[in-house]
């Protein structure tokens, strides 16, 4: 389901980024004190995220790293008020409105694009990183980047992939919506801007732009999940994915390395080595096992709750039926080992199919 463009001469919010690599300021090392190995944070990294993730971003400063993968947090998640029942255990179910209502008197604020603050105004695509390319470094000092969003041929499979700084096991889906509706549902609903608006305007919002995404979920190429080392595109492991079917029949895909301790103690999933099809070459192997043991370990590896070094890359359908334009990439992670989640988004353009007739681009 698609909604409006929004008209010309609407509001934007927030300012451009500027043009170039992101530059970090010293601050990022106050991240460093953190104790990085208790914290769960994640990204999107491919395409590259509306919060400055990239395949690259294991190669930055652990705190920097963190601070990126600090964007899109959802603290507390859970259902019935059971620490216990975790985002994975009903994949999809946890909503916007679960978020606002699951601590009184602390609101959270849960959109497709992840967010810095707990309101509308630190959201990706909102009043920050507005524009199309257009980043956001959210909690880390610098100047964001900007990127050039990659074209989508309509009909066609593209890869996606995103990065856990530590791993709290789960799964993940994509899924797509057109900037036009994003847009018109920020200026429907913020026509005085996000920092002001009401609960009821917040709540209008996030039911809006909620929908324009979950309208349009995509499917996933079957023997396509990997795990790649780092933005080294020809060292990776291919992996057999394990699927689950959650809210509304969407189909998640396995966070494809189990957490510390997930399989052997709480028997969900399955253990590492179960899901190995093949290794791109010895020196993948050797960098596999470094992280997450040999054939023989189940789930303790060295890196199995801090697999920063890798991302997690799939391919998925882009839908032969949608129009062509500007779009948001929303990739969420329900995590199973902790009661939390995150969103990113990513900026990509949908262009006809090489079959398709010529048409114009709808803006």
């Known amino acids: 389901r698609f909604g409006s463009s929004a008209q010309a001469g609407a509001p934007r919010f927030g300012s ?45 400063p652990p705190g920097t790293h963190f601070a990126l993968a600090s964007f899109g947090i959802i603290d507390k998640a859970f259902f019935d008020g059971d620490h216990g029942l975790t985002p994975w255990t009903r994949p999809g179910e946890f909503d916007h409105v679960l978020a606002r209502d699951l601590i009184p008197g602390h609101p959270q604020f849960l959109h497709p694009c992840g967010c810095n603050a707990g309101g509308p105004a630190g959201c990706a695509g909102v009043d920050v990183a507005v524009g199309f390319g257009e980043t956001t470094l959210g909690a880390a000092p610098g100047v964001p980047p900007r990127v050039t969003p990659p074209k989508w041929e309509r009909g066609g499979e593209r890869e996606t992939g995103w990065n856990a700084f530590a791993n709290h096991g789960g799964g993940y ?11 018109a549902c920020r200026d429907a609903h913020f026509p005085g801007g996000p920092a002001g608006a009401d609960e009821a305007q917040k709540e209008a919002y996030l039911r ?32 057999n994915a394990l699927e689950k079917t959650g809210r509304d029949g969407r189909v998640w895909r396995y966070v494809p390395v189990p957490d510390y301790t997930q399989v052997t103690l709480k028997k ?14 010895d020196a993948a192997e050797e960098k596999f096992e470094a992280s997450f043991g040999s054939s023989d370990v189940c789930d303790t590896g060295p890196d199995a709750h801090n697999p920063k070094k890798w991302n997690f890359v799939d391919r998925v359908r882009v839908p032969d039926d949608i129009p062509t334009g500007e779009y948001l990439l929303s990739w969420r992670w329900d995590a199973f080992m902790a009661d939390q989640m995150w969103t990113n988004c990513a900026d990509v353009e949908i262009v006809p199919s090489s079959s398709d007739p010529a048409e114009p681009v709808v803006p």
């Not at 324009?212 to 060292?235: H, I, K, M, N």
């Not at 969900?268 to 070459?281: K, L, Y």
């Open 16 to 60: 451009s980024a500027q043009v170039g690599p992101p530059r970090f300021g010293s601050s990022a090392f106050f991240f460093a004190l953190l104790p990085l190995s208790a914290l769960g944070h994640s990204l999107l990294t491919l395409p590259s995220s509306k919060n400055a993730g990239n395949a690259s971003v294991a190669s930055l």
């Open 173 to 183: 889906l994509y899924a797509l919506c057109r900037r036009a509706t994003f847009d």
């Open 208 to 239: 809006c732009v909620w929908d324009c995404f979950e309208s349009t979920t995509l499917e996933w190429v079957p023997d396509s999940q990997r795990v790649q080392y780092g933005d080294d595109a020809c060292t990776y492991v291919e992996m």
């Open 268 to 281: 969900e999933g399955r253990c590492t080595w179960e899901s190995v099809r093949r290794f791109s070459s």
